[in-house]
């Protein structure tokens, strides 16, 4: 079984980044790695030049139930309870589970569109005893992150937990992540219990909800073992405003020794000659 597989959501407006991050992750993972992209159906065409041995192109139908389909803007319908839409957005984190616990691999790498690998990437230096670590930042989520609250409620109902208690709570949202596929399985099975349903159309019945987050408590709160924490993986940007050259740099040069990724924000706007010379430069400093 391979150590390491990478997973990335992504659709055709994001190609052009998402061609940086295949190059990094072909550069920078061993020669058994695959890269899994998933994409709605109407935009696998925009990958297809991508597909191959380290490369599996995935369409949201191949992962979710054959009792979904997508309406035009974007929504997703279930044929049995058809109100209320599944917004494009919760399928996206749908078909990421599914895949995450799909594939054979001893770890899973969740990264967005808008990172790249500038370390090579191996699971064990990620892992303590042989556990996967966890990314999570402790009582980094506060009272007056109401949407972060509320995923944490959500996921602990559907893991059958008792209530939320008050912020300060731990988040475990970031663009590059590490996941434990076996982890995973035991979290879909978990909601399947607790709900009822199926831990697609439980996850999806969810006007508000995180992946990341349900990942996150499942772990902390439902193992056996509480998983170590993981230290910083991806050394991020979420700034919205476009870096220059001298910001770039700057940004590059605080790279952690820990981080084998980089992310610059998509919403920023950056150029993409400027975001390659980031690239390039957390690149030189890792290599230091």
């Known amino acids: 079984m391979p150590e390491l597989a990478v997973i990335t959501p992504t659709w055709k407006p994001d190609a052009e980044f998402f061609a940086e991050l295949h190059r990094s992750v072909l550069e920078f993972t061993s020669d058994d790695t695959v890269h899994h992209v998933i994409v709605p159906a109407a935009h696998k065409s925009a990958f297809a030049r991508y597909a191959g041995p380290r490369c599996r192109i995935w369409t949201h139908p191949e992962l979710i139930p054959r009792r979904y389909w997508r309406m035009p803007g974007g929504v997703w319908l279930n044929a049995a309870r058809p109100w209320p839409p599944v917004r494009g957005w919760v399928m996206q984190q749908t078909a990421k589970i599914a895949a995450a616990g799909l594939i054979e691999a001893d770890a899973v790498l969740l990264a967005d569109s808008d990172v790249t690998l500038v370390r090579p990437v191996h ?166």
């Not at 009822?196 to 193992?223: C, K, M, P, T």
């Not at 509480?226 to 700057?250: E, F, K, Q």
């Not at 605080?254 to 390659?276: C, F, K, N, Y």
């Open 123 to 288: 699971a064990k230096n990620f892992s303590v005893d042989g556990e996967l670590t966890l990314f999570r930042k402790e009582n980094a989520i506060h009272a007056d992150m109401e949407r972060h609250v509320i995923w944490h409620q959500v996921a602990r109902n559907l893991l059958g937990l008792p209530p939320s208690p008050p912020p300060p709570l731990n988040d475990y949202v970031d663009a590059l992540v590490f996941w434990d596929p076996a982890v995973v399985r035991t979290m879909q099975a978990r909601i399947s219990e607790t709900t009822g349903r199926h831990w697609v159309d439980a996850f999806n019945s969810q006007l508000h909800v995180s992946e990341f987050i349900v990942y996150g408590v499942h772990a902390d709160a439902v193992l056996a073992k509480r998983p170590p924490a993981s230290p910083t993986v991806c050394h991020s940007s979420y700034d919205r405003t476009p870096m220059d050259h001298a910001a770039a740099m700057a940004f590059a040069e605080r790279l952690g020794p820990d981080a084998v990724g980089m992310m610059i924000s998509s919403h920023s706007g950056t150029p993409l000659e400027i975001r390659q010379a980031a690239e390039r430069r957390c690149v030189e400093v890792a290599r230091a």
